[in-house]
Structure formats: structure tokens, C-alpha cells
């Protein structure tokens, strides 16, 4: 009796696993249907799985203790993981979302096409209509202060990706900062969307309210600075299956072609095209924008979790301990130089996130670590100790264009209700804008040629015996200024440039929270300048150069008028 008992128990269990694995696969060909993706969960027994598994699909979530994984992947990706026959579950709340729980501020039949004004703080989705209307009145409300522009259109071509760019003489290019916030790369973790708006909104509003408490904060960024904000870097994705462009209810992680964007980027570990996809239009798009503008500090927001998570996502921290998803130890394992800048901010987000949302009644908004083996600090995480990525945006930015870019989780759910939209705005607020006065703190100097007193652009600023790994700043097109957040401490920093002798400042020191201002670096040129350099034969297309410098040979370079890009022509 007993055997028979226990036969029809495990005949049992195993019809309730084929059921649950069936409504599993029913869920996801369901998502796949409508949307071209799909989230999932599933549990590995091995660490080491995760590092294949990364480079096959987005690995979302990963939980250490439990070894449950959380997975994106579009129908090509996941088709490839099914046939590990890895038992996985389809939860629908990260699938889908209510349209009568989300919009319950304002329900989605009260919206048209024709665009509404929004008040701020704002705590709606707007439609995209709206956010473009609101993003040109920013620049017709404060002309002095903002320019509205868009970097290219999307992979749909109906959309836009939107900028402001912040700044008192805003018209005008000045020795300043620039520094660089753009939300929803992935199209529904939105939280950022309408924040990034409101903090718009916030910036300029205060800064011409000279009795505002805040007033002396946002002064000395606005003028001291430029603030790029960007809302929504994937609009195409944001209002998937909404022909008009009304509602995110279908909002998806994916651009028009359903890649993940975030995994798109070349990558110094992994090469040019880790996804094995073409750079899309959204990427190409960004990578101009950091190709033409050298910025200093920068911030990613995300949503589906709440923490700071800074570089580097591709390789593991340096430690005595090799990771635990690396048994092989082929790492690479190697931190970011300026870790112990990016601990200090990231907690100080992190803190300033805490302690305004403990205000509010939220007691554990964005305490979690998943790297406390390391660096114990709730809320902040170094990225590949939680998981590893490829193909980042963050990577990226921070090794091929030196800017210093987080990565800011802002919610557990990727769309949250309507009705929560001020509050987490108000859990960072404070937060968003001491991160950009970050950007401002640090060495900072003007090089230029000693002969002619002109800028040299392109200049690379290093921090003897610490810089690596694309940490290093360069100067400025237009000016030759430059600036470097870092630690506090007292640095050697060499200045070279190419045809030039360097120059080392030794014993410069510098404090948490201020500027240590280099002045004028002069560099002396090592090769003989030409001199008489004329231009005659003058084309559209073709004009004849001609100068005396002997008989040594040089680089030309040149740029068409109003281009970014300069073309060279060498010997």
C-alpha cells in the first residue's frame, strides 16, 4: 500500500509540473504574440551558468542567495533558450499591466491626440503629443535658459528623441561642464519618464524664483553648467501597439525591432557588437551625441529594482576571492580607478533617496546590496558583482568617452501607478541634483599651446598611477577646458597632447566637494609649426593649402563649416 501511495504521489507531482510547465509556455507564446518579448523566471544550479546565459539573452534580476534568475528575451533570443529545457515561469505582472490601475490619476479614455498642458509635479503619463509640446514650451517659456532639440528620430520615424539642454546663456558655448541625464532606454521601466520632466520643470522654475529655498542649489548649476536631459530615449518602445501614441499600457523593454538597447553598445571586453546586431537607430544616435560632446558626469535611469549601480557591468572586481559565476577565473577582474568616487556618490544618492522617502513612509526604498561581500552599502551596487552585462551603455560611456555614467534603478515595477509618481519624485529630487553638483566638483584647468595661447583640444589628463580602463579625461573641442571628479586625496596629473611636450603637476590635492581650479596649462609645441599657410583655388568641394615649415611633413585637418566632425588627412 505504501508503494502504490507513494507511485501515485510522484505520478501526481509530475502532472502538476507538466501543467505548470504547459500554462507556462501558453503565457509565453501568449507575450511573444502580442509583443514581440517577454520577462521570465527561472532558477540556475550552477553560478557559472549566468555568465553563458548573459551573452545569449538580458538577464534582468539576479538573486544570489536563491539563484532565481530573471530573464528578457525577444522571440529569437528565447526560442534559443528553450532549448536548454530549463524549467521557467512567465509572471504576468511583469508582462503586463492594468490600464485601470496604472492610470489612476487620469484614466486613458480622457486622452486624445490633441495634446493638453501638464502641471507639475507631474503625476501622469503623458501622451507623446503632450511630451512634445511640453518639452518645446520648456525653451518658449525660458528662451535664455533652454534649448529643445531632438538627436534623430526614431526606428519608427514618428518619434523624436527629445533633449533640453539647461544653462544661463544657454545660446552661447562656454568653458562649462556638461553633464547628462536620459531615462527609458528600455521602453517600460518609466518611472524616469515623467520624473526627468519634472525635474525640468523644477530647475527652471526655481532658478527664476530668487525667495525659493532652493534658489542658491539650482543657481549655481545652472550657471556653472550645462544640463542635458533627455525623458525618453525609447519612445518607440514606450508606446508599442498605441497607433496614436496615447498609452504605455503595452509598453515594451525593446526599440521598434525589439532589441534591448542597453546591450547594444560596443563593448571593451566583448567587442563591437556583443548582441550580434547592427547598431540600431537609437544607438547610433547616442554615440553621436558622445562622439560631438565630452561629458563629464552622467546618469541611465531604469526601473524593476531600486539601487545605484556603478561601473564596471563587464568585469569583476579585483579581490582575493575569485567570482563565484567564474569558476574558470578567465575575469577580466579589474575595478574601475575612480571606485572609491563612485561608492561615495552612489551612497550619497542612495542616502538622500532614503532619507526623503523615509519621510514619506517608505522605510526600505532603495536598500539593497548586492555586492556587501565588497563594499556593504545598501542601495548601491557595483554592476557585474551582481550581474554581469555586455554591450552597456554605461561601459561605454565611462571606457571610449571618459564620462563618469551610472546606472539609477528607480522603482521595483518598471510602470508604476499614476497615483505614485510624485511621491518618487520626491524620494530623489534632492538626490538627482546633487548628482549633477557632483559633476561640477574636481580638477579643472584650460590647456593650450604656449606659442599661440590657442586651446588644445583633445589634451589627456591623467592621474599618475591611477588612471586605467578609460578613466582619464581628454579637453574640450572648443576651449581645451577640462574637468575630473575625483576622490579627495593630493595627485600627480600629466597633460600631453600629440606634437607637444608634457607637463606634470605634482602634489595637487584636492577635497570632497570642491573645485581646485589649474588655471592655464601651457603646453610647449615639439615640432616645428608651419607658418604662411594659405588657401587659394578655392571649391565647393577642394582648395589648395600651402605654407612654409621646411621640409617636414604633416597632418592636415579640417572641418566644413557647421559640421562636428573633423576630417584628417595624414603625410
Same mark, same amino acid.
Given at each position: 500500500?505504501?508503494?502504490?501511495?507513494?507511485?501515485?504521489?510522484?505520478?501526481?507531482?509530475?502532472?502538476?509540473?507538466?501543467?505548470?510547465?504547459?500554462?507556462?509556455?501558453?503565457?509565453?507564446?501568449?507575450?511573444?504574440?502580442?509583443?514581440?518579448?517577454?520577462?521570465?523566471?527561472?532558477?540556475?544550479?550552477?553560478?557559472?551558468?549566468?555568465?553563458?546565459?548573459?551573452?545569449?539573452?538580458?538577464?534582468?534580476?539576479?538573486?544570489?542567495?536563491?539563484?532565481?534568475?530573471?530573464?528578457?528575451?525577444?522571440?529569437?533570443? %528565447?526560442?534559443?533558450?528553450?532549448?536548454?529545457?530549463?524549467?521557467?515561469?512567465?509572471?504576468?505582472?511583469?508582462?503586463?499591466?492594468?490600464?485601470?490601475?496604472?492610470?489612476?490619476?487620469? !484614466?486613458?479614455?480622457?486622452?486624445?491626440?490633441?495634446?493638453?498642458? &501638464?502641471?507639475? !509635479?507631474?503625476?501622469?503619463? @503623458?501622451?507623446? +503629443?503632450?511630451?512634445?509640446?511640453?518639452?518645446?514650451?520648456?525653451?518658449?517659456?525660458?528662451?535664455?535658459?533652454?534649448?529643445?532639440?531632438?538627436?534623430?528620430?526614431?526606428?519608427?520615424?514618428?518619434?523624436? =528623441? &527629445?533633449?533640453?539642454?539647461?544653462?544661463?546663456?544657454?545660446?552661447?558655448?562656454?568653458?562649462?561642464?556638461?553633464?547628462?541625464?536620459? #531615462? #527609458?532606454?528600455?521602453?517600460?521601466?518609466?518611472?524616469?519618464?515623467?520624473?526627468?520632466?519634472?525635474?525640468?520643470?523644477?530647475?527652471?522654475?526655481?532658478?527664476?524664483?530668487?525667495?525659493?529655498?532652493?534658489?542658491?542649489?539650482?543657481?549655481?548649476?545652472?550657471?556653472?553648467?550645462?544640463?542635458?536631459?533627455?525623458?525618453?530615449?525609447?519612445?518607440?518602445?514606450?508606446?508599442?501597439?498605441?497607433?496614436?501614441?496615447?498609452?504605455?499600457?503595452?509598453?515594451?523593454?525593446?526599440?521598434?525591432?525589439?532589441?534591448?538597447?542597453?546591450?547594444?553598445?560596443?563593448?571593451?571586453?566583448?567587442? @563591437?557588437?556583443?548582441?550580434?546586431?547592427?547598431?540600431?537607430?537609437?544607438?547610433?544616435? %547616442?554615440?553621436?551625441?558622445?562622439?560631438?560632446?565630452?561629458?563629464?558626469?552622467?546618469?541611465? %535611469?531604469?526601473?524593476?529594482?531600486?539601487?545605484?549601480?556603478?561601473?564596471?557591468?563587464?568585469?569583476?572586481?579585483?579581490?582575493?576571492?575569485?567570482?563565484?559565476?567564474?569558476?574558470?577565473? +578567465?575575469?577580466?577582474?579589474?575595478?574601475?580607478?575612480?571606485?572609491?568616487?563612485?561608492?561615495?556618490?552612489?551612497?550619497?544618492?542612495?542616502?538622500?533617496?532614503?532619507?526623503?522617502?523615509?519621510?514619506?513612509?517608505?522605510?526600505?526604498?532603495?536598500?539593497?546590496?548586492?555586492?556587501?561581500?565588497?563594499?556593504?552599502?545598501?542601495?548601491?551596487?557595483?554592476?557585474?558583482?551582481?550581474?554581469?552585462?555586455?554591450?552597456?551603455?554605461?561601459?561605454?560611456?565611462?571606457?571610449?568617452?571618459?564620462?563618469?555614467?551610472?546606472?539609477?534603478?528607480?522603482?521595483?515595477?518598471?510602470?508604476?501607478?499614476?497615483?505614485?509618481?510624485?511621491?518618487?519624485?520626491?524620494?530623489?529630487?534632492?538626490?538627482?541634483?546633487?548628482?549633477?553638483?557632483?559633476?561640477?566638483?574636481?580638477?579643472?584647468?584650460?590647456?593650450?599651446?604656449?606659442?599661440?595661447?590657442?586651446?588644445?583640444?583633445?589634451?589627456?589628463?591623467?592621474?599618475?598611477?591611477?588612471? +586605467?580602463?578609460?578613466?582619464?579625461?581628454?579637453?574640450?573641442?572648443?576651449?581645451?577646458? %577640462?574637468?575630473?571628479?575625483?576622490?579627495?586625496?593630493?595627485?600627480? =596629473?600629466? =597633460?600631453?597632447?600629440?606634437?607637444?611636450?608634457?607637463?606634470?603637476?605634482?602634489?595637487?590635492?584636492? #577635497?570632497?566637494?570642491?573645485?581646485?581650479?589649474?588655471?592655464?596649462? &601651457?603646453?610647449?609645441?615639439?615640432?616645428?609649426?608651419?607658418?604662411?599657410?594659405?588657401?587659394?583655388?578655392?571649391?565647393?568641394?577642394?582648395?589648395?593649402?600651402?605654407?612654409?615649415?621646411?621640409?617636414?611633413?604633416?597632418?592636415?585637418?579640417?572641418?566644413?563649416?557647421?559640421?562636428?566632425?573633423?576630417?584628417?588627412?595624414?603625410?
Amino acid at each position: 500500500m505504501k508503494k502504490i501511495t507513494l507511485n501515485l504521489l510522484s505520478i501526481l507531482f509530475t502532472i502538476v509540473l507538466l501543467n505548470a510547465q504547459n500554462t507556462s509556455k501558453q503565457n509565453a507564446e501568449k507575450y511573444l504574440s502580442l509583443k514581440g518579448e517577454l520577462t521570465f523566471i527561472f532558477t540556475i544550479t550552477d553560478d557559472a551558468e549566468l555568465e553563458s546565459l548573459t551573452r545569449e539573452l538580458s538577464i534582468v534580476h539576479f538573486d544570489p542567495e536563491t539563484n532565481i534568475v530573471k530573464a528578457w528575451a525577444n522571440e529569437k533570443q %528565447f526560442r534559443n533558450f528553450e532549448t536548454r529545457n530549463i524549467p521557467y515561469q512567465v509572471p504576468k505582472n511583469e508582462n503586463e499591466v492594468d490600464e485601470n490601475l496604472i492610470y489612476d490619476v487620469r !484614466p486613458l479614455h480622457e486622452r486624445s491626440t490633441t495634446a493638453t498642458n &501638464l502641471t507639475f !509635479p507631474l503625476a501622469t503619463y @503623458p501622451t507623446y +503629443n503632450e511630451y512634445e509640446q511640453q518639452m518645446q514650451l520648456f525653451e518658449t517659456t525660458y528662451p535664455n535658459l533652454v534649448d529643445y532639440f531632438s538627436i534623430g528620430a526614431t526606428t519608427e520615424g514618428d518619434k523624436e =528623441i &527629445l533633449f533640453v539642454k539647461i544653462s544661463d546663456n544657454v545660446g552661447t558655448d562656454e568653458q562649462e561642464p556638461k553633464l547628462l541625464y536620459t #531615462s #527609458s532606454m528600455h521602453g517600460d521601466e518609466i518611472a524616469g519618464y515623467p520624473m526627468m520632466l519634472s525635474l525640468i520643470d523644477y530647475i527652471l522654475t526655481v532658478y527664476n524664483n530668487t525667495g525659493h529655498t532652493d534658489h542658491a542649489r539650482i543657481k549655481n548649476l545652472v550657471e556653472n553648467a550645462e544640463i542635458w536631459i533627455n525623458p525618453n530615449a525609447n519612445p518607440d518602445g514606450t508606446y508599442y501597439l498605441s497607433g496614436d501614441n496615447t498609452s504605455v499600457t503595452n509598453a515594451r523593454r525593446g526599440n521598434a525591432n525589439d532589441l534591448d538597447l542597453n546591450r547594444n553598445y560596443p563593448d571593451n571586453v566583448d567587442g @563591437p557588437h556583443p548582441d550580434g546586431e547592427a547598431y540600431q537607430t537609437e544607438t547610433l544616435a %547616442f554615440m553621436a551625441l558622445a562622439d560631438a560632446n565630452h561629458f563629464v558626469i552622467s546618469a541611465n %535611469f531604469h526601473g524593476g529594482i531600486e539601487l545605484v549601480n556603478y561601473p564596471f557591468d563587464n568585469a569583476y572586481a579585483s579581490t582575493t576571492t575569485y567570482h563565484p559565476e567564474d569558476p574558470g577565473y +578567465n575575469g577580466p577582474y579589474y575595478t574601475h580607478p575612480d571606485t572609491d568616487w563612485y561608492e561615495f556618490i552612489s551612497v550619497e544618492y542612495a542616502t538622500h533617496a532614503q532619507t526623503d522617502s523615509d519621510t514619506l513612509g517608505d522605510l526600505t526604498y532603495m536598500t539593497v546590496d548586492y555586492d556587501s561581500y565588497i563594499y556593504p552599502s545598501p542601495g548601491v551596487t557595483h554592476g557585474a558583482e551582481w550581474y554581469r552585462v555586455y554591450g552597456g551603455r554605461q561601459d561605454y560611456m565611462n571606457f571610449y568617452h571618459q564620462c563618469r555614467e551610472v546606472t539609477i534603478e528607480l522603482s521595483d515595477d518598471k510602470t508604476i501607478l499614476e497615483s505614485e509618481l510624485v511621491d518618487y519624485w520626491l524620494y530623489n529630487k534632492d538626490a538627482l541634483l546633487d548628482y549633477l553638483t557632483q559633476g561640477t566638483y574636481g580638477f579643472r584647468g584650460v590647456v593650450k599651446d604656449a606659442s599661440t595661447g590657442n586651446p588644445i583640444e583633445n589634451a589627456t589628463i591623467t592621474i599618475v598611477g591611477h588612471d +586605467n580602463y578609460g578613466s582619464h579625461t581628454i579637453t574640450d573641442v572648443n576651449f581645451g577646458d %577640462f574637468y575630473r571628479p575625483i576622490k579627495a586625496g593630493t595627485y600627480n =596629473i600629466l =597633460i600631453e597632447a600629440p606634437c607637444y611636450s608634457p607637463e606634470t603637476l605634482n602634489g595637487e590635492s584636492i #577635497s570632497d566637494y570642491t573645485i581646485n581650479d589649474l588655471g592655464d596649462i &601651457l603646453l610647449t609645441p615639439n615640432v616645428a609649426v608651419p607658418t604662411s599657410l594659405t588657401a587659394t583655388n578655392i571649391q565647393s568641394t577642394s582648395a589648395d593649402l600651402s605654407w612654409s615649415g621646411g621640409s617636414a611633413s604633416y597632418d592636415l585637418r579640417y572641418r566644413i563649416n557647421g559640421a562636428v566632425s573633423w576630417t584628417t588627412v595624414t603625410g
